[in-house]
C-alpha cells in the first residue's frame, strides 16, 4: 500500500495549500477564492517581515546566504533576501517584488515603507467594500488618484509656491545621512564621491543650494583576507571627460588600455556581425590602433572570423595589430551608443552602411580604468544635443515623474562629463559588500531626485498634503472620500508604527497630538529620536521618494484587490513541489 492508501485505512485523506482543486481536477489552476488567500497571506508575510526594519528605532536583521552572514536595517535587502519555499507564494512575491524595484531605482529604497503603507491602505479599503461594481469604482479612484501623484506640472506648482524647497548643501547632508540609516563614516563617502557643485543666492545667510553632483560609480571588492576585519571605502575620480562601462574580453588588449592609447573610434548601433568586419576591413590599413565599439558582437563572428583572424596575426610579433572590440554595458535605459557618439563628435554607424570611411572616424585618447571603465578624452558635447534631449523630455506625452527621471538621469551625466567618481566598497563577504554598495546606490538615486525635484518634510507629510488636496476637489463624491480617507489613515498609521517602536503599548496618547501637527501642513519635519518639529531642511526626503512610494503602494493595492484565478506552471504539479498534508477526513 503505498502513503495515501496507508492514510486513508487510518481515516485520514490528503490536502493541499491553495491547490485543492488543481489536485483533485488533475489541472495547473487555482481557482479565485484560493488564489485570493494565497496573495493575502504572502503579503502578510512580507509585511510582518519588514515591519521590524522600519524607523530610527528598527531591529537589525541578520541575513545569511552561501554561508555568509550580515545583519541590516535596510528593508529592500530584507526585502530581496526573502524567499518563500513554496512556488505559489514565490510567484505572488515576485510580482510584488516588480513593483518595490522600480521604487527602488527611481528614489531609492522606500519598500519598507511602502509595503506596511500597502498593508494598512487595504484594510481601510476593504473595510468599505460591498459589491463588485463598489470594487471597481474603487480601482478607477485609485488608478486616478496614481495618475494626479505622478504629474510632473503638480510638482512644479508646488516648488513655485514654496511647498517644495531646493536641496542645499546641509541638507544633502543630511538626506544622506537618513537615506543610509545613519551610518556616519558611510554618509561622509557618498558625500565626497558627489563633490556637490552649489551656488549662493543674494541672501548671504542662505545656504547654497546643490546644482549638480557628480556620476558616481559603485564597484565591489571582496578580499579574503582576514585582517580586512570591517569595510573599507575607496574614492577615486576617475581620469577623462567621458566613460562608459564596458567589456574587454581578451586580457592583453585590456592591459594595452590600461596605460592610454591615442586611437580612433568606430561606434556601431547594433550587433556587429561578419558583413560589418569584411566593410571595416576592406580599407583598413592594419596600422592605425582602433577601437570598435557596439551594443554585442556576434558569437558565431567573435568565435570563428575574428579569432582565427586574431591568432595568425598574434603568431606574428611584427606584424601585430592593436586592435580592440569593446561592449557597452548599461544599468540604465539611457542610449550610450548615442550619447557616446555625440561626445566623440559623430554618428553611429547603421547596419546598411557600406565600406567605412577610416579617415572619417574620430580619434581620441583612451584609457581603461578599472579594467571595466572605458575613459575618452574628448572636446566638450555639443550643447545642441543636450538642448535636444530636454526638448524630448518636455515633449514626452507620458509626462511622469519616472520617464522624466530615465531623461535627467542621461542629461546629468553628459552635462557633468568631467566630473565621474568611482567608489570601491572592500569587505570580507560578498554578501556585506553587496549591500553596502545597495545603501549607497540608494543614497544617489535619492539625492539626485531631490536636485531635480526638490526636498519636502519626512514621514510623508508632502504626501498626505497631496492626497488631502485631491479630497477637497471631490469632496461631493462618496467613493473618492472613502478611498482618501483609507489613504490619508493609512499614513498616519506608519507615523504610529515608528512611535510605538519606541514608546510600546502606551504610545497613544502623545502620538494622535503630533499626528495632528505633523498632517496639518507640509511645512515642518519631525524628529523622532528627540520629538521635537525640525525645519524641513534638517530631516528632509525628496518630493518624488513621497509620491513614488504612494503610487507604488497603490499599485500594490490593486493588485491584492484584484487577485483572480492562477494559471501557473504545470511543472509546479509534480508532488516534489506541493506535497500536502494529512487531515482527518471530513475535517
Request: glycine share 4%.
Amino acid at each position: 500500500m503505498n502513503d495515501d492508501q496507508l492514510a486513508l485505512a487510518a481515516g485520514y485523506e490528503r490536502v493541499y495549500d491553495y491547490t485543492q482543486y488543481s489536485h483533485e481536477n488533475h489541472v495547473n489552476v487555482i481557482p479565485e477564492e484560493a488564489f485570493d488567500r494565497l496573495v493575502k497571506d504572502t503579503f502578510s508575510t512580507i509585511a510582518d517581515t519588514l515591519r521590524k526594519t522600519y524607523g530610527p528605532y528598527a531591529s537589525t536583521v541578520l541575513i545569511s546566504e552561501m554561508n555568509e552572514m550580515s545583519a541590516t536595517k535596510d528593508g529592500y535587502n530584507v526585502f530581496n533576501a526573502i524567499s518563500f519555499n513554496q512556488p505559489y507564494k514565490q510567484m505572488v512575491y515576485r510580482t510584488i517584488k516588480k513593483i518595490i524595484d522600480d521604487v527602488n531605482e527611481n528614489v531609492g529604497d522606500g519598500t519598507t515603507s511602502c509595503i506596511l503603507l500597502a498593508e494598512k491602505m487595504y484594510a481601510e479599503i476593504k473595510k468599505t467594500l460591498t459589491t463588485v461594481d463598489h470594487k471597481m469604482q474603487i480601482l478607477s479612484v485609485l488608478t486616478n488618484i496614481e495618475n494626479y501623484l505622478k504629474d510632473r506640472a503638480l510638482v512644479v506648482s508646488d516648488t513655485k509656491e514654496g511647498i517644495i524647497r531646493p536641496l542645499t548643501i546641509n541638507s544633502m547632508k543630511r538626506l544622506i545621512n537618513v537615506a543610509d540609516n545613519y551610518d556616519d563614516e558611510l554618509a561622509n563617502i557618498v558625500y565626497d564621491a558627489l563633490n556637490p557643485v552649489s551656488y549662493t543666492s543674494d541672501d548671504d545667510d542662505a545656504d547654497p543650494v546643490v546644482v549638480s553632483v557628480n556620476n558616481v560609480v559603485v564597484k565591489n571588492f571582496v578580499t579574503r583576507d582576514v585582517s580586512c576585519a570591517s569595510t573599507t571605502y575607496k574614492v577615486d575620480h576617475l581620469p577623462g571627460d567621458y566613460r562608459i562601462n564596458c567589456y574587454i574580453e581578451h586580457e592583453e588588449i585590456r592591459w594595452w588600455f590600461a596605460e592610454g592609447q591615442d586611437v580612433k573610434v568606430a561606434i556601431y548601433d547594433h550587433k556587429f556581425g561578419d558583413s560589418d568586419w569584411n566593410f571595416f576591413m576592406s580599407k583598413y590599413d592594419l596600422v592605425t590602433p582602433t577601437l570598435i565599439i557596439a551594443r554585442e558582437f556576434s558569437k558565431e563572428f567573435l568565435d570563428i572570423t575574428f579569432s582565427k583572424w586574431y591568432r595568425n596575426r598574434s603568431i606574428d610579433k611584427d606584424n601585430r595589430v592593436p586592435m580592440s572590440f569593446c561592449v557597452i554595458r548599461s544599468d540604465t535605459l539611457k542610449d550610450d551608443i548615442a550619447d557616446l557618439a555625440a561626445a566623440l563628435g559623430t554618428h553611429p554607424i547603421g547596419m546598411k552602411s557600406a565600406a567605412l570611411d577610416h579617415d572619417s572616424l574620430p580619434k581620441t585618447h583612451v584609457q581603461l580604468y578599472d579594467q571595466t571603465i572605458m575613459c575618452f578624452d574628448m572636446p566638450k558635447i555639443p550643447t545642441g544635443y543636450i538642448q535636444n534631449l530636454k526638448y524630448e523630455m518636455e515633449a514626452d506625452t507620458r509626462n511622469s515623474m519616472v520617464i522624466n527621471k530615465l531623461y535627467r538621469d542621461r542629461i546629468r551625466s553628459l552635462e557633468n562629463t568631467a566630473n565621474d567618481t568611482l567608489v570601491t566598497i572592500t569587505s570580507s563577504s560578498t554578501l556585506e559588500s553587496k549591500m553596502i554598495s545597495d545603501k549607497v546606490e540608494d543614497c544617489l538615486a535619492i539625492t539626485a531626485s531631490a536636485i531635480e525635484y526638490g526636498i519636502v518634510p519626512n514621514l510623508f507629510a508632502y504626501g498626505y498634503h497631496r492626497i488631502d488636496q485631491y479630497q477637497s476637489a471631490h469632496e461631493d463624491d462618496p467613493i473618492v472620500e472613502s478611498v482618501t480617507h483609507a489613504i490619508l489613515i493609512s499614513i498616519r498609521g506608519l507615523f504610529e508604527e515608528i512611535f510605538r517602536s519606541k514608546h510600546g503599548d502606551n504610545y497613544q496618547e502623545r502620538c494622535k497630538a503630533i499626528q495632528d501637527e505633523i498632517y496639518k501642513d507640509p511645512s515642518c519635519s519631525f524628529d523622532i529620536k528627540r520629538e521635537a518639529y525640525t525645519e524641513i531642511e534638517e530631516f528632509p526626503t525628496s518630493a518624488q521618494y513621497d509620491l513614488e512610494v504612494i503610487s507604488a503602494t497603490i499599485e500594490i493595492v490593486k493588485y491584492l484587490l484584484t487577485s483572480r484565478a492562477c494559471v501557473f506552471d504545470g511543472n509546479l504539479l509534480k508532488p516534489t513541489d506541493d506535497t500536502g498534508r494529512y487531515v482527518p477526513i471530513g475535517m
